[in-house]
């Protein structure tokens, strides 16, 4: 899908443009036109990419290709510009990541994603409400669609935190199954995070400081909120690392204190029959030939005997390992 809004020189906002409306609204140097290429076939895009705007080839095949990492690339008369949109899966702890690319021009901002974007949708519906949007220019739009792509990451860091404070109740409750997977999704998943948001503001940083031509001075300070933003969302991450980081080592001596009272379980119960092994290990031994009648061993007393000391001898075991203090 294409879609086009143009704001002309007299104000009026206009959509659903043809290409030679297309044509026409590029000549105006005071005019602002917004084309999104949404999901559109390579085969559509392209020409219109190369034909309309001139762009350069490889800033084309760079946007049709939606493989790269957020960066800026200044083309002269235009900026290139990769950013990424942010998911997050609960249930796989997943983090995914949806490419957008910018053309900046003196008079135009170009979109292209494969797929639908909310924050692009966002600021479509406003321009359509409110065109003093579009009024600010190309770059004042940029700054608009990128703020709402930064605004939608807090939330996407709050359910990361939601999701280790589950684990955290599962480790302490005793619900193990695949926890150390799940916290090792969710460290990837930081760590991914960490690692789109460290270019972006990069990115950020370079539209609120150098001087381009198609980013007019007093707008660079919005820039430079969107970056302040980046900043401070790349600090939480930061401690959503460290908070991982923390989780797995409280797993890891969730578990090998259980292992110890387990251990600690079978050698009570190991100690406890160990003298009754030897008693009846000993008096089981058949082969020594009596020198002596041994009836008197073999009656009834002597086998009630043996039973007591059988089942008295783990109590009094048991006692005196309470008494040491040993359980």
């Known amino acids: 899908m294409i879609r086009m809004l143009y704001l002309s020189a007299d104000g ?25 290429f949404e999901g559109a076939p390579n085969a559509e895009a392209e020409p219109i990419l190369r034909d309309k705007f001139h762009f350069h080839p490889l800033a084309i095949d760079d946007a049709l290709q939606e493989n790269h990492s957020p960066k800026l690339d200044d083309w002269g008369s235009y900026l290139y510009i990769v950013m990424h949109t942010i998911l997050f899966d609960p249930a796989e702890g997943e983090v ?17 994603h494969d797929a639908p974007i909310e924050a692009v949708d966002q ?27 930064a605004s939608r990451y807090m939330p996407v860091v709050e359910k990361l935190d939601l999701a ?55 707008d660079r300070v919005y820039f430079r ?19 991982i980081s923390g989780t797995m080592d409280t797993y890891l001596s969730v578990i090998n204190n259980r292992m110890n009272e387990i251990m600690k379980t079978l050698t009570v119960i190991t100690t406890l029959f160990m003298p009754l092994s030897f008693v009846t290990g000993f008096f089981g031994m058949n082969f020594l030939q009596p020198s002596a009648p041994l009836n008197i061993w073999t009656g009834l007393p002597a086998f009630l005997v043996t039973l007591a000391i059988i089942l008295f001898t783990p109590l009094v075991m048991f006692g005196w390992m309470r008494h040491r203090k040993w359980m």
Request: a negative charge; charged letters at 30%; one cysteine or more.
């Open 225 to 243: 909120d969107v970056y302040d933003h980046l900043v401070r969302l790349y600090d939480i991450i930061e401690s959503v690392r460290d908070l």
């Open 123 to 149: 600021i479509w519906k406003t321009c359509q409400r409110d065109e003093r949007i579009m009024k600010g220019g190309p770059d004042h739009l940029l700054y608009r669609i990128l703020d709402e792509i």
């Open 96 to 112: 995914k990541t949806q490419e957008l690319d910018f053309f900046v021009g003196s008079n135009y901002l170009v979109t292209h």
């Open 164 to 218: 280790i404070d589950e684990l955290e109740d599962d480790i302490f409750i005793g619900k193990n199954t695949a926890t150390l997977e799940k916290l090792f999704t969710l460290k990837r998943a930081v760590l991914y995070l960490q690692r789109i948001l460290a270019r972006q503001r990069e990115v950020l940083n370079q539209l609120a400081r150098d001087p381009y031509d198609q980013i007019d001075a007093k």
């Open 12 to 36: 009026k906002l206009l959509a659903d443009l043809n290409l030679i409306d297309l044509e026409i609204s590029l000549h105006d140097p005071k005019g602002v036109i917004w084309v999104d």
